[in-house]
């Protein structure tokens, strides 16, 4: 199958339609290593599958997600493909509906479906040995939303085809506000792509959605995820109260209870720095109170939590992403899919 034992890039150039097509030419050169330049030295495999696995993953939920459906059984789906397929969740999966634009992952007890009509943000990664990927599809559920999605998929298409080492970050953001202007809605523009580095999932730079003064430049061999947000709302966004996810700080030395001693030590060891679900913890049946654990940890400043982000005026929000690695003349899209 095509996920096993391979390591080629999926180079692509961008088709009007927005689907991404290989573009052969670029792909033997990168496949065939003997040959390059050393500015092109060939991406780490285990960042390539990370990506594969990820965009396989996306591609297969995408169908699952429809009316009545429970989220979190959308969120397991994603997360226990990601292992069968021989990597971990860089992070738990977001199912994020409608109003909410990101963050969302269900709760141990999630009763939540999803409706009939509106959108559904699907967010999810992979991580292979501290290689990561990042990538999101939105559905439609009934097909009345089309432009929401066209916004974000062409905006995302439009980015990409502005990476390559020198370009100033500010500018791939004034691209993805002005193609998602120019369709009639509102790029969010609190919500950033980032830098990925090993095991670091928002590694130094942001890439904006919209144009900003910002002086940084991507370079050769750096590694981005690229996600465009649009709304027919303010195009702000402002924090739940609630959080489902959340990361571990490193390192951390102060006294705590039993239980928050032991989702400290477990989250640490098996998560690192990257973000993991409060479902997570009662994964195996354990009935212990994690809840009250996490209050304390975050109290103590020993985790994080990542609030549910919602639009601000409470309107619809799209999303589409990839993950990037910048090559000496362009853009190799490490979470294609389609194969
Ligand atoms: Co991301």
């Known amino acids: 199958m095509m996920l096993r034992g391979t390591c080629m890039p999926d180079r692509a150039t961008m088709m009007p339609d927005g689907h991404l097509t290989p573009h052969t030419d670029i792909l033997r050169k990168v496949v065939c290593s003997g040959h390059m330049s050393p500015m092109s030295p060939t991406p780490p495999p285990d960042l390539l599958r990370a990506g594969q696995i990820a965009a ?3 591609d297969a939920v995408e169908r699952r997600v429809r009316p009545g459906v429970k989220v979190i059984d959308i969120c397991t789906f994603v997360e226990k493909e ?3 397929l021989g990597a971990r969740p860089a992070f738990p999966c977001n199912v994020s509906i409608n109003s909410i634009a ?3 992952t269900s709760p141990h007890n999630d009763e939540q479906t999803v409706p009939e009509t509106g959108l ?8 292979v040995n501290g290689y990561l990927s990042d990538t999101a599809v939105t559905i439609d559920l009934d097909d009345s939303h089309r432009q929401f999605v066209d916004a974000v998929n062409s905006a995302l298409q439009d980015a990409i085809r502005e990476v390559r080492p020198g370009v100033r970050l500010g500018h791939v953001g004034a691209v993805i506000e002005r193609t998602i202007r120019t369709r009639g809605l509102r790029p969010v523009h609190q919500l950033t792509g980032h830098q990925m ?5 928002h ?4 890439v904006p959605n919209v144009r900003t003064r910002t002086t940084g430049k991507m370079h050769a061999g750096e590694v981005y995820a690229i996600e465009p947000f649009a709304t027919d709302g303010s195009g702000t966004i402002r924090a739940a109260t609630a959080s489902y996810i959340f990361s571990t700080t490193m390192p951390f030395k102060k006294q705590l209870d039993p239980l928050s001693e032991e989702v400290y030590e477990r989250t640490q060891g098996q998560y690192r720095s990257l973000p993991w679900a409060s479902r997570w913890l009662y994964e195996g049946g354990a009935k212990r109170d994690y809840d009250a654990a996490l209050r304390r940890l975050i109290r103590a400043g020993a985790i994080r939590g990542y609030p549910v982000l919602l639009e601000g005026r409470g309107r619809l929000v799209s999303q589409a992403e990839h993950t990037i690695i910048v090559d000496t003349d362009g853009a190799i899209v490490t979470t294609l899919g389609g194969t």
């Open 197 to 201: 580095t090993r095991w670091t999932l």
């Open 120 to 127: 559904v943000k699907v967010d999810l990664g992979a991580n």
């Open 203 to 206: 590694a130094g730079k942001t």
């Open 102 to 104: 990101a963050h969302y």
């Open 56 to 58: 396989h993953v996306r």
């Open 82 to 84: 990601i292992v069968h």
